[in-house]
């Protein structure tokens, strides 16, 4: 029996170019100061994770499906099934670009074919890859990008010779102000993402059937808790760098330009270690954002989540294709990513909200449904991200 490995799927969709970007921008800007947003949003992930996990294993369907069934009243089953499409189908769409771009622009450190040209092969391979249906295939690729992400990132922080006492004093003196709102929402956006929800829940529902449900779902807490933990050390990493790098100095970042940056810090060595970083980083997400959608929308609209099936390769053929339709326009990323990445923030709390009813109202879930903790949990995270969101909108109108 194949062993399921999606706690280090979502690890490795998380940790994409938006990850890298919004983290390198947070230590250039804030130094340490707003690591405590990065704590909480890899505890999050882990409470939402889980429940998604469960979710999967105990009905053996996703969180589309799950979503979908349990609303009886047509309009609001509509309305639900348009947010899916929109949000999770159409999003990821807009995402993809982004994904192709970063690795793009890591490959092209190596060989100067032009980012279009990169991304249109990487586009190619992704779609190959997702092609084959195989996910125990797909997985092992995955889990090989991430510990290579963890390999350059880490390697690249110990070069750098960070100031450990500074990093412990910022940690110690957070910062919540108007100026540091967008940048949090994004770190938030970047770490608790909405379609991993939906990836994770679906992933989990074929990797487990057969198996104990109730073993199945510790098994799977314990890894995806190690997972997702790991995946938040090396955005860690990533800030500690970039503080040591750029804080309080006048350099301005740019996607395609943040190795060269480092030279100083790193050396002849510094281009390599972050355009292989940020290649891995990019192609994870340009794979796994695109299997996401595929098996939201057709859990959405009803169609075969089987991954062969043509309805599941036309969504993940269309979110591609927009990717690198996109991607080839040479769009300058860097501004738009950190503004995603806090819409993403914003979206949050409404897919959050979704799944704590389906955790709490799903017949099918059995005793699997939610207990008092993972509801205090789970409330816990939405008022936060509600209260910084709001936060948000009212400073701009103040």
């Not at 970047?190 to 510790?218: C, E, M, W």
């Not at 395609?256 to 997400?285: H, R």
Request: proline letters at 3%.
């Amino acid at each position: 029996m194949a062993k399921d490995k999606s706690g280090f799927i979502i690890a490795a969709a998380f940790i994409g170019p938006g990850t890298i970007t919004t983290a390198s921008l947070a230590g250039a800007n804030f130094g340490f100061h707003l690591v405590w947003a990065l704590v909480f949003s890899i505890i999050a992930t882990i409470v939402l994770q889980d429940m998604a996990a469960r979710l999967g294993i105990a009905t053996g369907q996703g969180l589309s499906s799950g979503m979908k069934d349990m609303i009886r009243h047509p309009w609001l089953r509509g309305l639900c099934i348009a947010l899916i499409v929109s949000a999770i189908g159409i999003g990821n769409a807009a995402y993809e670009s982004g994904n192709l771009t970063g690795a793009a622009i890591g490959l092209n450190a190596f060989y100067d074919l032009g980012t279009a040209g990169w991304a249109l092969l990487l586009g190619v391979l992704a779609a190959l890859l997702l092609w084959t249906g195989q996910h125990q295939w797909i997985e092992s690729v995955l889990v090989a990008l991430v510990f290579i992400m963890a390999g350059v990132f880490f390697l690249t922080l110990l070069v750098a010779s960070p100031d450990w006492g500074a990093m412990l004093a910022q940690f110690a003196s957070p910062t919540l102000d108007v100026g540091a709102i967008t940048t949090i929402l994004a770190l938030i956006g970047t770490t608790i993402v909405p379609y991993n929800l939906f990836l994770h829940a679906s992933l989990v529902a074929k990797n487990t059937r057969g198996q104990d449900k109730a073993s199945a779902i510790h098994a799977c807490r314990k890894q995806s808790a190690t997972a997702i933990s790991m995946g938040g050390l090396i955005t860690l990493v990533v800030v500690a760098t970039a503080m040591t790098a750029f804080y309080q100095q006048a350099a301005t970042l740019d996607a395609g330009n943040i190795g060269e940056q480092l030279k100083p810090v790193l050396g002849d060595w510094a281009q390599a270690f972050f355009a292989l970083g940020l290649f891995s980083a990019g192609l994870t997400s340009a794979i796994t954002a695109p299997l996401a959608a595929a098996f939201a929308v057709c859990g959405a609209l009803s169609l075969s989540d089987d991954m062969k099936s043509p309805a599941f390769r036309l969504v993940w053929g269309l979110v591609i294709a927009c990717g690198v339709a996109v991607a080839s326009l040479n769009f300058k990323p860097l501004s738009a990513i950190l503004f995603a990445q806090a819409a993403n923030g914003l979206l949050l709390p409404i897919i959050a909200i979704f799944l704590l009813v389906v955790m709490n109202k799903s017949k099918a879930l059995g005793e699997f449904k939610n207990g008092t903790w993972s509801n205090l949990l789970g409330i816990i995270v939405v008022s936060v991200v509600v209260g910084l969101g709001g936060y948000k909108l009212i400073s701009l109108f103040a």
